[in-house]
């Protein structure tokens, strides 16, 4: 059994605690924050885990296989390259790192020490997620023309990122799973209502290859709280509803088609498809378990996780990007190989 510590029990701390509790395959034996009210409360619902203002008890501690560190972005780099320096396995929470260079540098460190880093992506771990990626890969939406995305609520207002590196993240650790290649260049615009703040609002528009073309919303300054996905495809169609209780996820024949039949030749005309709408039987297991176990189940077997760190690498170059973009009012900015280009 893998013996785990949490750095943090702030907002998802305590998840992380409870996932890793209930998982049945890993033993929780240090919490560390630096709350002491905060430890008070990990201590009342975990009598038998050790708690601690100084997190270094946890990374000094031989007994320890593997770290989560669940604490503010700019902490993660320092914080997992300290744990893989001790020899442990480390889960980040998103995203990664604060930047590309320090995500290629915990690749790096973590390839080189053979200690897993993965990275908490957890939709990618949600049974709608996975259905979408199945869907798409096995080719049943045919070509897929588009990503549409609104993650809209009323806060939490984050002070060390803004709202694109605290909502869209997720839209794009989703789009990095279920599409096959990578965005070519982004475009996003931003503002904040709040003086001395980060964006609060934002809008991102990624350009795929063949006119595949991903939209994204994002806000906290929202009246009401909003999850939901369209992704359009030759074939078929998606909405994906995180909010949604029962039907998650609905499947539609819908779409298009063109003629340009002789008796029409100066004139494109398009044919409109509707079939049936079905939603696929969903597994409800809570995404963060089946995520906690991938994470162990891979140092079990010494492989890569399924958000490794080069997945988390590709989300923080995106994010770079957009952010350039929505300082210069919307610019478009390329995406290589390695990240930003221009």
């Avoid at 893998?2 to 992380?16: D, E, K, R, S």
């Avoid at 709408?277 to 409800?284: G, H, R």
Wanted: hydrophobic share 40%.
């Amino acid at each position: 059994m893998v013996t785990v510590g949490i750095i943090g029990f702030g907002y998802w701390g305590p998840n992380l605690v409870r996932n890793f509790v209930e998982s049945g395959c890993a033993h929780v034996k240090w919490v560390s924050d630096l709350r002491a009210e905060r430890l008070a409360i990990a201590g009342r619902r975990y009598p038998d885990i050790r708690t601690t203002t100084d997190h270094r008890e946890l990374i000094n501690d031989p007994g320890i296989d593997a770290i989560a560190i669940a604490t503010p972005v700019f902490t993660h780099f320092e914080l997992a390259s300290e744990v893989l320096a001790a020899g442990k396995h480390v889960l980040v929470e998103k995203p990664m790192a604060a930047t590309s260079e320090e995500a290629i540098r915990l690749i790096e460190q973590a390839q080189r020490s053979r200690r897993v880093l993965m990275v908490d992506h957890t939709f990618v771990y949600t049974s709608a997620v996975r259905k979408m990626q199945e869907l798409i890969q096995g080719g049943q939406l045919g070509q897929v023309y588009y990503y549409d995305s609104v993650r809209i609520n009323l806060g939490l207002f984050q002070h060390d990122v803004n709202v694109i590196w605290d909502l869209a993240v997720h839209d794009l650790s989703i789009l990095n799973y279920i599409l096959p290649g990578s965005p070519a260049a982004v475009s996003a615009t931003g503002v904040s209502h709040i003086p001395g703040e980060t964006e609060n609002i934002a809008y991102l528009t990624l350009f795929f290859e063949d006119n595949l073309i991903a939209h994204i919303h994002v806000n906290w300054l929202a009246p009401v709280k909003i999850r939901r996905t369209l992704v359009g495809g030759s074939r078929k169609m998606i909405v994906y509803d995180d909010l949604e209780g029962s039907e998650k996820l609905r499947v539609y024949d819908k779409g298009i088609s063109l003629s340009d039949k002789p008796e029409n030749l100066y004139q494109m005309r398009v044919n409109y498809r509707a079939g049936d709408m079905w939603a696929p039987q969903l597994d409800n297991t809570e995404a963060l378990r089946v995520e906690v176990r991938e994470f162990i189940e891979s140092i079990e077997a010494g492989r890569h996780p399924l958000t490794g760190g080069e997945a988390g690498l590709r989300v923080v170059q995106v994010l770079e990007a957009a952010t350039k973009s929505m300082r210069d009012r919307g610019r478009l900015v390329e995406l290589g190989a390695r990240g930003v280009t221009a």
